[in-house]
Nanobody, 129 residues
Framework: QVQLVESGGGLVQAGGSLRLSCAAS????????MGWFRQAPGKEREFVAA????????YYADSVKGRFTISRDNAKNTMALQMNILKPEDTAAYYC??????????????????????WGQGTQVTVSS
């Protein structure tokens, strides 16, 4: 069982930066691949970024590649998403999620929402133009 709590959301102007954090409970955090997803009003939840259980592999949606960076600290049971050059279209609720590392066999699978068993409550990011 893993419980996830996001923080760091807020209001920022276009071109600005935010850093989201995800704190996980449980002693098996390091065995999970971790991901960030987002959902804008009236839209479906979509993949943003993911990182393997070891941190050796990362995967990004094309829309955020080069602007967002995902990282994790297994010693502290935390994951982060550094978001730079934010755009109004990045406005959404952002969710962190955990997928059993044994289930993930390819990098691309980290982008599949149904692979994730545990979800946080979300943190709102609003980017003004």
């Amino acid at each position: 069982q893993v419980q996830l709590v996001e923080s760091g959301g807020g209001l920022v102007q276009a071109g600005g930066s935010l850093r989201l954090s995800c704190a996980a409970s449980g002693r098996t955090f390091s065995s999970y691949a971790m991901g960030w997803f987002r959902q804008a009003p009236g839209k479906e939840r979509e993949f943003v970024a993911a990182i393997s259980w070891s941190g050796a592999s990362t995967y990004y949606a094309d829309s955020v590649k080069g602007r967002f960076t995902i990282s994790r600290d297994n010693a502290k049971n935390t994951m982060a998403l550094q978001m730079n050059i934010l755009k109004p279209e990045d406005t959404a609720a952002y969710y962190c999620a955990a997928a059993p590392g044994s289930r993930i066999t390819t990098v691309q699978e980290m982008g599949v929402m149904t692979e994730y068993d545990y979800w946080g409550q979300g943190t709102q990011v609003t980017v003004s133009s």
